[in-house]
């Protein structure tokens, strides 16, 4: 009963927190706090598969959410900025 009551808290703030960080993510001038704060919002998601017993969604979304997608993202950003410095 205490177990069940420690996974339901935790689940309740990473998802406050993930709700949070989304609009953050929706409404920052700055792309680069966009990206990280989307790049956070799939990592939370990834420890709450964790908590829901689905290790292999978790690494899952871990891997290409968070860290694959983050990773193409900042490349395109990257790219971005150099056509705009050239032109």
């Given at each position: 009963?205490?177990?069940?009551?420690?996974?339901?808290?935790?689940?309740?703030?990473?998802g406050l927190v993930s709700?949070?960080?989304?609009?953050?993510?929706?409404?920052?001038?700055?792309?680069?706090?966009?990206?990280?704060?989307?790049?956070?919002?799939?990592?939370?998601?990834?420890?709450?598969?964790?908590?829901?017993?689905?290790?292999?969604?978790?690494?899952?979304?871990?891997?290409?959410?968070?860290?694959?997608?983050?990773?193409?993202?900042?490349?395109?950003?990257?790219?971005?900025?150099?056509?705009?410095?050239?032109?």
């Amino acid at each position: 009963m205490n177990n069940e009551m420690v996974f339901i808290g935790i689940a309740i703030v990473i998802g406050l927190v993930s709700i949070v960080l989304a609009f953050v993510a929706i409404h920052n001038e700055k792309l680069s706090v966009a990206i990280i704060a989307a790049g956070v919002v799939s990592l939370f998601a990834s420890v709450l598969y964790l908590l829901m017993a689905a290790p292999d969604v978790a690494m899952t979304e871990a891997s290409i959410g968070s860290g694959l997608s983050t990773l193409i993202f900042f490349y395109v950003l990257n790219k971005i900025n150099k056509t705009k410095n050239n032109a």
